[in-house]
């Protein structure tokens, strides 16, 4: 038996960019077998679906929503929902597990930390965080250059279901030069339609998100691409 999982998730309304609901996306998820979904959506600092400059008490409420919507639909459905988040330093974004909901709301003082992004990471990572540079090769007209750094990320995450082959195997290349961890998403903003995909699996099911954090430390699960047809 094979239990997989999905580590870059975005859905709408919260993800600006997301074109899937909550429900279709976990929907689509447990009918492809999936044991569990994180959901990690764009952070406050980043394309969220709300005026980035209102406070964060506010921002921060909003942008639980659609993980709260989700750990309920999981339940209904039997589907594991984890909580991720995903955080942007201008076109360079860190996928940050193993923070709860309720950590983000008691600690204001990491929006102000946004423009110092080593200091904001150094911070998760002392709050116990797994910081993951997210396609860290990713080409856009919106990124001005690629920006790697090393020594504030635990590890990379070489297989996004969405970038070229190139971006992925330059961000493998980055991962084993420096001894970095690994892992694979899809960055699902699509819900069912998305075709490509990408993820974590193990042939025993993760317990909770420090579990997974331990097995992607020790390296003990395996990464997977697939390309599906669309089902309907
Ligand atoms: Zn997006
Ligand atoms: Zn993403």
């Known amino acids: 038996m094979i239990y997989r999982y999905e580590t870059h998730l975005h859905t709408f309304p919260v993800s600006?960019?997301?074109?899937?609901?909550?429900?279709?996306?976990?929907?689509?998820?447990?009918?492809?077998?999936?044991?569990?979904?994180?959901?990690?959506?764009?952070?406050?600092?980043?394309?969220?679906?709300?005026?980035?400059?209102?406070?964060?008490?506010?921002?921060?409420?909003?942008?639980?929503?659609?993980?709260?919507?989700?750990?309920?639909?999981?339940?209904?459905?039997?589907?594991?929902?984890?909580?991720?988040?995903?955080?942007?330093y201008s076109g360079?974004?860190?996928?940050?597990?193993?923070?709860?909901?309720?950590?983000?709301?008691?600690?204001?003082e990491i929006h102000e930390m946004r423009k110092q992004k080593p200091e904001q990471l150094a911070y998760f990572r002392e709050a116990g965080a797994l910081v993951i540079h997210a396609h860290p090769f990713r080409e856009a007209d919106y990124i001005p250059y690629i920006r790697l750094m090393p020594r504030s990320v635990d590890g990379v995450e070489i297989i996004n279901a969405n970038r070229s082959e190139f971006e992925n195997e330059m961000a493998k290349h980055y991962a084993e030069s420096y001894g970095l961890l690994v892992t694979a998403?899809?960055?699902?903003?699509?819900?069912?339609?998305?075709?490509k995909f990408a993820g974590m699996q193990s042939d025993t099911p993760i317990e909770d998100v420090a579990d997974f954090i331990r097995r992607v430390r020790d390296g003990s699960m395996e990464l997977f691409y697939e390309e599906r047809e669309i089902s309907e």
């Open 92 to 108: 360079t974004d860190f996928l940050i597990y193993g923070l709860t909901p309720e950590w983000f709301i008691a600690h204001p």
């Open 16 to 88: 600006k960019c997301g074109h899937a609901t909550v429900r279709e996306s976990l929907e689509y998820y447990k009918s492809a077998g999936y044991d569990g979904v994180f959901v990690t959506n764009h952070f406050v600092d980043g394309n969220i679906n709300y005026d980035r400059h209102a406070p964060y008490e506010e921002l921060i409420a909003f942008y639980l929503t659609d993980y709260y919507e989700a750990e309920k639909i999981g339940k209904e459905i039997g589907l594991k929902v984890f909580f991720g988040v995903e955080s942007t």
């Open 185 to 195: 998403g899809t960055d699902n903003h699509r819900g069912p339609n998305q075709t």
